[in-house]
């Protein structure tokens, strides 16, 4: 089954990508030149940028921001626990499609973030947050963050929720407070969880399409651009197959090479 629908079809597009074909025709051999083409071609290469962009909003911001929704959350003991856990989780469960339709609405120009500026007289700040060069690309990653920081920070709590009472009680005895808890016992113990969270989340962000597809199409021009939208946009839109499987196997490559290394830091920090 795994050879089937994964390893076949990842062999298949590696034959492709050797291939200058439109998908109907006969194909025509042209060796690495749609690799060399994402290494020359400009708009290929802000694309691969713009995912690394991404990757701050998807996977260090929520991180930054789960650590310390989880720390306050364990220390704090809140009641009803298993509800606040559901909630944050919630935009997990819903399809992304349905995000960024609403998210979609939330940014235009007479939706409820520029009515809400109006409203607290930072009017000067409201935009066509998906249609301004500047804003277009964080606007789409603060929808991210908000879609991921929910997973991250379950993820820290199931962690933080093992670690033993006498630990932190041990830093207490020798003077420490929240913040030597934090570095001293909390961090160190949920490092396997970091590196699954950030697994999750960098993979998430690098081969986000059906976000940007439903709120910019790339746009504008070129600036939301991400490597699995171009990968839409030459195979269907312009007819290069060959260079949209090229551009997905270094997808791919770059993917795989990212997820080894985090899970090789993250093993080597739990052994240690």
């Known amino acids: 089954m795994y050879a089937a629908f994964l390893l076949y079809p990842l062999a298949r597009s590696v034959q492709i990508s ?16 749609n690799y060399a083409d994402v290494l020359r071609n400009d708009d290929l290469r802000d694309a691969f940028g713009h995912a690394l962009v991404l990757m701050v909003f998807y996977a260090l911001v929520p991180l930054c921001v789960g650590l310390v929704l989880a720390s306050i959350l364990n220390r704090a003991k809140v009641r009803g626990l298993s509800f606040f856990r559901t909630v944050v989780f919630l935009p997990q469960v819903i399809a992304m499609v349905v995000v960024a ?4 609405r939330i940014y235009a120009p007479d939706g409820p973030l520029n009515s809400l500026l109006h409203a607290v007289g930072l009017g000067s700040l409201t935009r066509a947050w998906l249609g301004d060069y500047g804003a277009a690309l964080p606007a789409v990653g603060f929808i991210g963050t908000w879609f991921e920081t929910g997973l991250v920070t379950v993820l820290l709590l199931a962690g933080m929720s093992r670690i033993s009472p006498e630990l932190y009680d041990a830093v207490r005895l020798d003077g420490g407070g929240p913040v030597r808890e934090f570095f001293a016992v909390t961090l160190p113990s949920v490092r396997g969880e970091i590196a699954v969270a950030l697994t999750l989340t960098v993979i998430a962000a690098l081969r986000t399409f059906d976000l940007v597809y439903v709120t910019t199409r790339g746009g504008p021009g070129t600036s939301t651009s991400v490597p699995s939208y171009e990968v839409y946009h030459r195979a269907f839109e312009l007819g290069k197959v060959g260079s949209a499987a090229a551009i997905g196997v270094c997808l791919t490559i770059i993917i795989f090479v990212i997820s080894f290394a985090i899970t090789r830091v993250g093993d080597r920090d739990s052994t240690s």
């Open 101 to 104: 339709v609403a998210w979609r």
């Open 18 to 33: 050797f291939y200058d074909w439109d998908g109907l025709t006969l194909g025509r051999w042209i060796g690495l030149d």
